[in-house]
């Protein structure tokens, strides 16, 4: 039915809808993500199952520094959009920066020992040159909705829609790394922290929007962001197995057909 209408009908079916409880509202959240986590893309998959190289994570890391590093800006922008009454989502932003760029060690220093124990280089994690297109358009996605959208649906999008997957994701992705891959602990302390910190922004970032979002229109646009938010980092996740591993394969298929030749 909703794929039938027309934007202006779409809008205007937004507008009509009804204000749902939080009961209501969380469930809807948690339904507009299904079928688009980005533990389900197939590099995660692969990944889980063990059957990438230390390259093709080396690969991951220097796009996820791209899109993970400036994190703090995207809650920066939120930040500062958001009114001076928010006071305990604004206070939670803060806390997020500082994690993120302060506390101890910075994340994307974590991010840059596993990169390095994969066998580039800080200089190549940092260059933008190395990240594909699909990184580049979630990196530009992430910072034009932290900038334009209404600081709630921004929250939405990036800390419901994106941060919240990460403890799911890293939990399938984390022992694999001990177990079948051979890293260190040290080494691979990015992941282990973050599926901890994740979960408590995520379930922060869940109660500033069923706080915040108090009419129906803000309601579903919150939907709206997590779900494309959600499609943002499958096709993310997707693509980096398209590039780095599909690809390869590919490659190395048609080496083999000219040697046999």
Known sequence: MVAALGNSELAGARVAASLMDRAQFRAAIKESMQGREAKDASFSVAWANGTLTRQQFARWAENHYHYVGPFADYLACIYANAPDHATEAKDFLLQNMYEEELADVRHTDMLIRFAEA???TRARVTDPRNMSPVTRGLQGWCYATAIRANWVVATAALVVGLESQVPDIYRRQYPPLLEKYGFS???AEFFELHITSDEVHGERGYEIVL?????PELQQACLEAIRD??????SYTK???DYYVKDFEHSNSEVAAIGSV
Do not use: H
């Not at 706080?211 to 009419?215: D, E, F, H, L, V």
């Open 185 to 187: 602990e040290d080494e």
């Open 229 to 234: 938010a959600a499609d943002m980092r499958f």
């Open 211 to 215: 706080s915040n979002a108090t009419t």
């Open 118 to 120: 994969c066998g580039t």
């Open 239 to 241: 693509a980096l197995y």
